[in-house]
């Protein structure tokens, strides 16, 4: 059975670009959810998406955003860059929405802003 | 802000020791969850813990969750190098966001 899946695994931007990171879950899994990993902050939770809704959104700022298809993949983006948004950015999926239920985790993107 | 808070944030042993870490909150999880994650990789889940007091084994870990779900320990009997990593617990609350604790860096020296 195939793992979470997310590309690319390494992307180098500048200040001020923009971004979009790709996750595709576990086939049959309907929930994901979105990570920020970083050493000073650990893991952050961004937003969590089922049925393509969002369902929970963490403390961060409109820049950062997603979206999930009809087929549960999801997109992340992230607008006007800034230096202190490096870090791996982790897609975890589940079967349902939280509730107690395992996230498995892809090996995430890791993020470099220059 | 739910807060969980783990310790040690280092820890380096000798392989064949034992060793505890423990993760702390102020508010009640309504679950809680142990993962471990090896460099380059992301979290791979180690356990769930839902009923106060509850303790679950995985070959050599035992898990225990506290009697008043505040907090929970992962203790390892002789530990081995493939132990390596950083553990993370995660605690779902009343509003369901699964929030990780800060990580305990473990090193087991062969």
Redesign the interface.
Known sequence: KAG?TQTPRYLIKTRGQQVTLSCSPISGHRSV?W?QQTPGQ????LF?YFSETQR?K??FPGRFSGRQFSNSRSEMNVSTLELGDSALY?C?SSLW????Q???????TRLSIL | TQLLEQSPQFLSIQEGENLTVYCNSSSVFSSLQWYRQEPGEGPVLLVTVVTGGEVKKLKRLTFQFGDARKDSSLHITAAQPGDTGLYLCAGIFGNEKLTFGTGTRLTIIP
């Open positions: 979470v959810s990570y650990g893991l952050q939770f969590e929970n963490g403390n982790l975890a929405t939280f509730s107690n395992p996230q498995h985790f892809g090996d995430g």
